[in-house]
């Protein structure tokens, strides 16, 4: 289809039957909506046809293929997006006249599929696009959440949370694979039988779920790989117990069917933390289990073989929430296709790898042993085994079963999931260098040691595509017509820019932009908040989600540290600065929800304060999401990526704002570490403890006390926070960073704000004295991005991870 190019007049035609076959309406009478409509239906099809096609060529070289399981999607919208990857805006724009609307119009209906919650899931998107467009052949696994992650609405300063019903309008990028449907089966009672061909498992009394599949095509740039991202949307099998519905008893069959329906009902809204509840398990089981089987079976249709299985298939676990495929996996190839247990391992093993996100004692997920006993029997069994198996072998090789021990997958009466994806996987990857050395070092160090040489790091990426060239069109063309097109598929040539560092054209130009994007979200500013922002200030934004690790209360501190000089009139230091905050909290997390409330009330304080305001202001806005990021990263100038050092994994909002044109306040963590060895040090704002300087004074421990006593600004700070804002106290914060039963300050914004405060004073100071050397900051750091693209993620994934290569190579 898409071979026959396409042409505004075609797109048209395409678009009118749509509408006729839908609304059987005029094309010129047809809504705003309805036009949104028929043409995302149209585009999905060409999508549709496109993937067949790709398929159709990979089918017949018998390539190898990857599945990306992952609990989280957070794509943002579509529309935008595979227009400008199918390189056909210009065409639909233009056939878009006779329906009297605009392409703008109808990208502002779409709404954001927040199927995840932040990093972790935009990463997968981003794997996604970049995968489509190196031609991978690659399935994305998730749930077809009803309610994805909540809206955002700060009511009287604290965060309230609404539902998202994204399938409102989202819903015509998902085709129904309802032919493709399985059934995952939970609780019930395990019966061994020995047959005359051997052991044979039954399943009695089992609660069966059925899976039925949704999927979205994810278009490449100018590529001919389409990702599929298929979400399983669970249903009860007997969608009614007709026994009570033929006796009348209607609420409770359709009470019945509520359980079901459950699993895939709304998505934990948790970012770094787990929940140890029994939904969430089964919403585990339930994507790896209908994903496995969905896996198997299009292997056994094409090869009549699962000999082949590990040659063909790669399977990814995106952090371990998938982990039970390991399991599921081994159930499939023992019970229903009758391998042993040797040969179904060796199967599993040489298919999976793992990506750990995260070293927060918090976030590593624990499941109780008898949760997983009583609602997925026959897995329980076989983690047993795998353990049982491992523990014999390991005291074995390493003559000490005490050592052994502690990499078991069970303790304390929980299943440990990172020692299960360890175990299961052939390569285990860590998302940036520093977290993957503190992964060696700490919680893999025994399975470093025990298997050296399966951890490996791959530092994460973002897609500039929709980063850059679709979020900010002003900075694409710039580098267009520097660069020429050639960095949109080899972002390494962004490099080239670094020539144009002397270039005061190029300068200039670059800090026009930068105004453009400020006035954009000043407009936004003013309608969303009423609050007038200074679009000459520098523009300091921290966005992200919101976590005591994160450190928005270090950045808070500072904001009030400047609110106290300002009203004491030590000026002399203060420059105007507007701090723009967009971070959710997780409904449970009741000091992250604090902390915004905190920032609001700053907020509202500036706000009705002229002599403060004529300096600095602050504003929160409401919602993170992709299309907020979409919208404030290109306006950064400077990006606050400040969290504790060897706490965050590594981050991929340093990279988006990087590659924006903004410089970095970062501490040495994540991958601002990688930024920092791209862009030198003297292009980057770098502050704070280092990871093992912060371990060992915890160690030793860390008093926040001993900083307070000694710092007269730290005790302005508590005295502002315990006389409280408009009537409000913040005394709850103050004890927190105080300490008193428990650790104060423990993430050691008292050890690091010194640090913090000098920094900031040396970049805003550069800001205002020399704005050209600023800019040149800023070009060297877009120059230095290319490298932090999806792009390069993937190739890596593709060579050490999955064995894979692209379609047509
Ligand atoms: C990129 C992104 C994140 C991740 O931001 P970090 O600063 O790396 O934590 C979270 N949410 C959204 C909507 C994003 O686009």
Redesign the pocket.
């Known amino acids: 289809m898409l071979e026959q190019k396409i042409n505004a007049t075609l797109m048209e035609a395409l678009i009118d039957e749509e509408i006729s076959r839908y609304w059987n309406t005029e094309p010129h009478s047809a809504s705003t909506t309805q036009v949104y409509r028929a043409l995302s239906t149209v585009i999905r099809d060409l999508l549709l046809k496109k993937r067949n096609t790709f398929l159709k060529q990979f089918t017949k070289n018998q390539q190898k293929k990857v599945y990306y399981l992952c609990m989280e999607f ?1 794509t943002g919208k579509s529309l935008r997006n595979n227009l400008y990857n199918l390189k056909i805006e210009q065409e639909v724009s233009e056939a878009l006249k006779k329906y009297n609307v605009s392409l703008e119009e109808l990208y502002s209906i779409e709404k954001d599929p927040g199927l995840g919650n ?2 972790l899931g ?1 990463l997968a998107a981003c794997f996604m696009d970049s995968l489509a467009t190196g031609n991978f052949p690659a399935v994305g696994f998730s749930l077809k959440y009803e309610f994805g992650l909540f809206k955002q609405k700060i009511i009287d300063g604290w965060q309230t949370e609404l539902p998202d019903d994204w399938l409102t309008t989202s819903d015509v990028w998902l085709i129904p694979r309802t032919e493709e449907r399985v059934i995952v089966k939970f609780d019930g009672k395990i019966r061994e039988e020995w047959t005359d061909k051997g052991l044979k498992i039954h399943h009695d009394y089992p609660t069966q779920i059925e899976a039925v599949p949704y999927d979205m095509m994810i278009s490449g740039y100018d590529s001919k790989g389409v990702s599929l991202l298929r979400l399983w949307e669970s249903r009860s099998l007997n969608s009614i117990d007709m026994n009570l519905f033929s006796q009348g008893d209607y609420l409770r069959a359709l009470a019945e069917d509520s359980l079901g329906e459950a699993i895939s009902k709304v998505l934990y809204p948790s970012d770094n933390h787990y929940e140890g509840k029994i939904l969430r398990l089964k919403q585990q089981y339930f994507l790896v289990s209908a994903s496995a089987q969905n896996i198997v079976k299009v292997h056994y249709g094409k090869y009549n073989t699962l000999d082949n299985f590990s040659q063909k298939n790669a399977i990814h676990i995106n952090d371990t929430h998938p982990a039970l495929v390991i399991p599921e996996l081994m159930r499939i190839f023992m019970d229903d296709y009758n391998y042993s247990w040797d040969e179904a391992w060796k199967m599993v093993v040489d298919s999976v790898s793992y990506t750990n996100h995260t070293v927060l004692s918090e976030a590593l997920e624990t499941f109780e042993d008898n949760i997983i006993k009583v609602k997925i029997p026959r897995i329980h069994m076989i983690i047993a085994e795998i353990d049982r198996r491992f523990m014999d072998e390991a005291a074995h090789n390493l003559g000490d079963r005490n050592k052994a021990l502690k990499m078991s997958i069970f303790g304390y009466g929980k299943i440990n999931m990172a020692n299960l994806c360890i175990r299961g996987s052939h390569c285990v990857n860590g998302v940036a260098d520093l977290h993957t050395e503190i992964l060696k070092k700490t919680i893999f160090k025994d399975f470093n040691e025990y298997t050296p040489g399966k951890i490996i790091n791959v530092t994460n990426g ?1 897609t500039h595509r929709r980063w850059v060239n679709q979020a900010n069109p002003l900075l694409k063309d710039l580098l267009t017509d520097i660069l020429g097109e050639e960095y949109y598929l080899n972002p390494e040539k962004l490099n080239l820019l670094k020539k144009y560092k002397n270039d005061q054209s190029v300068l200039t130009k670059l800090d026009e932009i930068k105004h453009q994007n400020k006035k954009r979200v000043a407009e936004h500013v003013s309608r969303q908040n009423h609050i007038n922002i200074d679009v000459d200030s520098i523009f300091d934004i921290q ?3 919101l976590h005591e690790y ?1 450190r928005q209360l270090l950045n808070a501190m500072r904001i009030i540290s400047l609110i106290i000089d300002i009203n004491e009139g030590n000026i002399a230091d203060i420059v105007p600065e507007t701090f723009i905050f967009a971070a959710k909290a997780a409904p449970g997390y009741f000091r992250a929800k604090e902390i915004i409330q905190l920032i609001f009330a700053l907020s509202d304080y500036i706000n009705k304060n002229t002599f403060v305001k004529k300096y600095i202001n602050v504003v929160f806005l409401e919602n ?3 299309s ?2 979409e919208l404030i990263i290109p306006a950064g100038e400077i990006s606050e ?1 400040i969290s504790l050092a060897g706490k ?1 994994a ?5 990279m ?1 704002f990087m590659i924006n044109g903004a410089l970095t306040i970062g501490t040495c963590d994540g991958a601002n570490v990688e930024i920092i060895k791209e862009v030198g040090e003297e292009n980057f704002f770098l502050f704070g403890l280092r990871d093992h300087e912060v371990e060992s004074i915890w160690n030793h421990g860390y008093s926040s006390i001993q900083y307070y006593q000694k710092n007269l600004k730290l005790r302005k700070i508590i005295d502002f926070l315990n006389k409280g804002i408009n009537g409000k106290s913040f005394e709850s914060i103050s004890k927190y960073l105080l300490g008193g039963s428990a650790v104060g300050d423990p993430y050691m914004c008292f050890a690091d704000f010194d640090s913090y405060m000098e920094i900031h004073r040396k970049a805003s100071h550069l800001y205002y004295s020399d704005k050209m050397k600023w800019n040149q900051m800023s070009l060297m750091n877009i120059g230095s991005a290319g490298i932090f693209s999806s792009d390069r993620t993937v190739r890596e994934y593709a060579e050490k991870i999955w064995g894979l290569t692209p379609v047509n190579k």
């Open positions: 957070l932040g990093g935009r973002i966005a992200k989600r994160k993170y999401s992709v907020l990021a990526q965050e590594s981050g991929t909002g340093n988006k």
